[in-house]
T-cell receptor, first 120, second 108 residues
Framework: GAVVSQHPSWVICKSGTSVKIECRSLDFQATTMFWYRQFPKQSLMLMATSNEGSKATYEQGVEKDKFLINHASLTLSTLTVTSAHPEDSSFYIC????????????????FGPGTRLTVT | QKEVEQNSGPLSVPEGAIASLNCTYSDRVSQSFFWYRQYSGKSPELIMSIYSNGDKEDGRFTAQLNKASQYVSLLIRDSQPSDSATYLCAAYDYKLSFGAGTTVTVRA
């Protein structure tokens, strides 16, 4: 259980174009989804948190007009990198949380396999 | 000051030995703690969660939590080469805060 998928697993795009990344929870309803970015040899950096049906909450320093997040259903969130530039090249990872696990509240987060974005 | 700090690596242990990973956190509000394993080029995988003081064992992994000392650790018993990875400690208040990670190499 608790499987999260991401698509695509890797993408190469030209500078100035937009790229959409999908994140799906396959066997549970994700009340909250998170988007992270990870540069080589660095730890995860939280970009934004999204709850189904509401606007995403962005971390300080993350441009919300550049990184568009849509959490349209309890199983799907998308991240669109608009007008991508080479400095946006990174490993983007989504994570999902099922707040209620069994009879208790769980804060366990499960990560998707990640999307490696290269902007040329 | 970082919210979650892990002992600096890399940590190299021989196969069959115990690998010991330590983590301290600064936020007294944190009540939930997690250990993730991340292989090179892959995303993190949840291996342990711990919410109460004391030990929690799962197979070859044991997590220990001491809230008074704001300390959480992970022991890997009978280390295998497949355990070679970066281990991330995370604490939750309203979001997960990750440590920088400790890279473990198990020598065959």
């Amino acid at each position: 259980g608790a499987v999260v998928s991401q698509h695509p697993s890797w993408v190469i795009c030209k500078s100035g174009t937009s790229v959409k990344i999908e994140c799906r929870s396959l066997d549970f309803q994700a009340t909250t989804m998170f988007w992270y970015r990870q540069f080589p040899k660095q730890s995860l950096m939280l970009m934004a948190t999204s709850n189904e049906g509401s606007k995403a909450t962005y971390e300080q320093g993350v441009e919300k007009d550049k990184f568009l997040i849509n959490h349209a259903s309890l199983t799907l969130s998308t991240l669109t990198v608009t007008s991508a530039h080479p400095e946006d090249s990174s490993f983007y990872i989504c994570s999902a949380r099922d707040l209620y696990l069994g009879t208790g509240i769980s804060y366990e987060q499960y990560f998707g396999p990640g999307t490696r974005l290269t902007v040329t | 000051q970082k919210e979650v700090e892990q002992n600096s690596g890399p940590l190299s242990v021989p196969e069959g030995a115990i690998a010991s990973l330590n983590c301290t956190y600064s936020d007294r509000v944190s009540q939930s703690f997690f250990w993730y394993r991340q292989y090179s080029g892959k995303s993190p995988e949840l291996i342990m969660s711990i919410y109460s003081n004391g030990d929690k064992e799962d197979g070859r992994f044991t997590a220990q939590l001491n809230k008074a000392s704001q300390y959480v650790s992970l022991l890997i018993r009978d280390s295998q080469p497949s355990d070679s990875a970066t281990y991330l400690c995370a604490a939750y208040d309203y979001k997960l805060s990750f440590g920088a990670g400790t890279t473990v190499t198990v020598r065959a």
